[in-house]
């Protein structure tokens, strides 16, 4: 599966984004996809995940009720819609695919896309 994440962006805070992750490959409809994002000079961490039907999704608590996972298996494409945007959510933002749903571990996860930068300005 390759995966390219597009939609980073900047913005002031309280505002609003979504970013969008294109697959290609094998069978995107198969994959749980998550979604990561890692700071300067922090670790990678977890956002959210969705199960491969859309059915079940994970959040951190730290975007619960600001941010929203879909997915649209016939474009191949999941999507981060993210909604009060705060300064200590900037980040790059990465997507990926594993064929488990529910890992919050970004080593658990098979394919990763290149990430795209998000600016929250205060």
């Known amino acids: 599966v390759q995966l390219q994440a597009s939609g980073g962006g900047l913005v002031q805070a309280g505002g609003s984004l979504r970013l969008s992750c294109a697959a290609s490959?094998?069978?995107?409809?198969?994959?749980?996809m998550g979604w990561f994002r890692q700071a300067p000079g922090k670790e990678r961490e977890f956002v959210v995940c969705?199960?491969?039907?859309?059915?079940?999704?994970y959040y951190a608590d730290s975007v619960k009720g600001r941010f929203t996972i879909s997915r649209d298996n016939a474009k191949n494409t999941v999507y981060l819609q993210m909604n009060s945007l705060k300064p200590e959510d900037t980040a790059v933002y990465y997507c990926?695919?594993?064929?488990?749903?529910?890992?919050?571990?970004?080593?658990?996860?098979?394919?990763w896309g290149q990430g795209t930068l998000v600016t929250v300005s205060s």
């Open positions: 990926a695919a594993d064929q488990v749903y529910g890992s919050t571990f970004a080593r658990e996860y098979e394919y």
């Open positions: 490959g094998r069978t995107f409809s198969s994959y749980a």
């Open positions: 969705i199960s491969w039907s859309g059915s079940s999704t």
